[in-house]
């Protein structure tokens, strides 16, 4: 079992930047992958990015590479976003996500691929 819990959402203006964070409790968490998804009202779910726990390697959606980029501590304990030059379209609710134990995927950015999920955290960009 992952317990998964985002915080740090919040307003700001496009242009600006927002940290989030997901403080991860469990089994085996060094072996998941991990990952940010966000759902966009009226649309579905998509995902952002991803680490690989067991490689470190990072995966970008590709409207977000060079403005966001995924992290964690050194204790893999906690997950990060650093969101840089947001536009109004990243608006959205941000889910942290956590896949099982010794999975291996070429791309890990499809919720199909994840078990565990926070609850949310809404970020919103004003123009």
């Known amino acids: 079992q992952v317990q998964l819990a985002e915080s740090g959402g919040g307003s700001v203006q496009a242009g600006g930047s927002l940290r989030l964070s997901c403080a991860a409790s469990?089994?085996?968490?060094?072996?998941?992958?991990m990952a940010w998804f966000r759902r966009a009202e009226g649309k579905q779910r998509e995902g952002v990015a991803a680490?690989?726990?067991?490689?470190?390697?990072?995966y970008y959606a590709d409207g977000v590479k060079g403005r966001f980029t995924i992290s964690q501590d050194n204790a893999k304990l906690t997950l990060f976003l650093e969101m840089n030059n947001v536009v109004p379209e990243d608006t959205a609710i941000y889910y942290c996500a956590a896949s099982n134990a010794g999975s291996w995927y070429a791309v890990p950015l499809k919720s199909g691929q994840y078990t565990y999920w926070g609850q949310g955290t809404q970020v919103t960009v004003s123009s």
């Open positions: 680490l690989s726990g067991n490689s470190g390697d990072t």
């Open positions: 469990g089994d085996y968490i060094r072996s998941r992958y």
